[in-house]
């Protein structure tokens, strides 16, 4: 079971990524339709460091053990499906819009701005799956640590249930 002061610490954070979030995709609807941008929005740059420390430190302690293949499967499984979903839909996405508009010589703010949501959105999916999910860290009866997806304790060869 996570430490509950730690996972209470998590929601400012989660907070912090949900406006970051709702921020960056503002800025980005806003290059598709000519907004103006003030400059200040250029700080989310700042915010994904903030956001995005606690959610490596966390995310590594969830998966810890884990096949790397399986980093995000694991580090969202207590999120809803649809948030999972969103994970890989705003991946791609940033990456399509990183290329055309650099091959298309769009406005930067757009490409700043689909990488701010993947960011910001990909911290707030994590510290949410966090925040839902009862086992981080996994023992065998022996009192191994062992990967939170292993159905065998690899020191000893103990079988795991749950």
């Not at 993947?118 to 022996?142: D, E």
């Amino acid at each position: 079971m996570p430490n509950k002061t730690i996972v209470a610490l998590l929601f400012p954070v989660m907070c912090a990524a949900a406006i970051g979030f709702l921020l960056s995709a503002y800025v980005h609807v806003g290059s598709y339709a000519g907004l103006p941008i003030p400059p200040l929005f250029m700080s989310l740059h700042m915010g994904i460091f903030i956001v995005w420390l606690p959610t490596v430190l966390v995310s590594n302690q969830m998966v810890d053990g884990a096949r790397r293949k399986d980093f995000w499967r694991i580090a969202l499984r207590g999120a809803p499906e649809w948030m999972q979903k969103g994970f890989y839909i705003l991946f791609g996405y940033a990456i399509l819009n990183f290329f055309a508009s650099f091959v298309l010589g769009l406005n930067i703010m757009r490409a700043f701005s689909g990488h701010w949501m993947f960011f910001y959105g990909t911290a707030f999916a994590v510290l949410y799956s966090a925040r839902h999910t009862q086992v981080w860290q996994r023992r065998c009866p022996l009192g191994h640590k062992v990967a939170v997806d292993a159905t065998f304790c690899e020191t000893c060869g103990n079988r795991l249930v749950d």
